[in-house]
């Protein structure tokens, strides 16, 4: 059973928390930070859920993380995880990963908890 609270990560913010060239290869990005969520579930035993925009495309890495692709363009991710954060039976439970201030303030007032992009990322760094 997954420990800690629950975790919905804004998967591009947190790709985009570091400007290491991601955008030369944004689906080897993607794939790079699933890999790494899934290290991470692993070891901590928490639940993860990252949510991409766009069109699904193959992720060979996500064994122990949920990975949910949102369509319906801009923004499209953010809308994806405040409609799980309004279907949650319990809000206060989870953690919603981003430093997009209007996706942090919606997640805020739904009762969850936010995690900054930049300092989670360099969590899953080391």
Not at 8 to 25: A, F, H
Not at 101 to 126: H, I, K, M, N, T
Request: glycine residues 12%; negative net charge.
């Amino acid at each position: 059973m997954p420990k800690g609270d629950p975790l919905l990560v804004d998967g591009m913010n947190v790709i985009g928390s570091r400007p290491d060239g991601w955008w030369r290869d944004r689906a080897g990005a993607m794939r790079a930070l699933v890999e790494s969520l899934d290290e991470y579930a692993r070891a901590t035993g928490e639940s993860v859920t990252v949510v991409f925009d766009g069109k699904p495309i193959e992720m060979p890495g996500a064994h122990s993380v949920e990975v949910a692709f949102a369509s319906g363009g801009r923004n499209a991710a953010d809308r994806e995880i405040v409609c799980r954060l309004e279907a949650a039976d319990d809000r206060s439970a989870l953690r919603v990963v981003t430093s997009d201030g209007a996706l942090a303030q919606r997640a805020e007032e739904l009762g969850a908890e936010v995690v900054p992009a930049g300092g989670f990322r360099r969590r899953l760094d080391r």
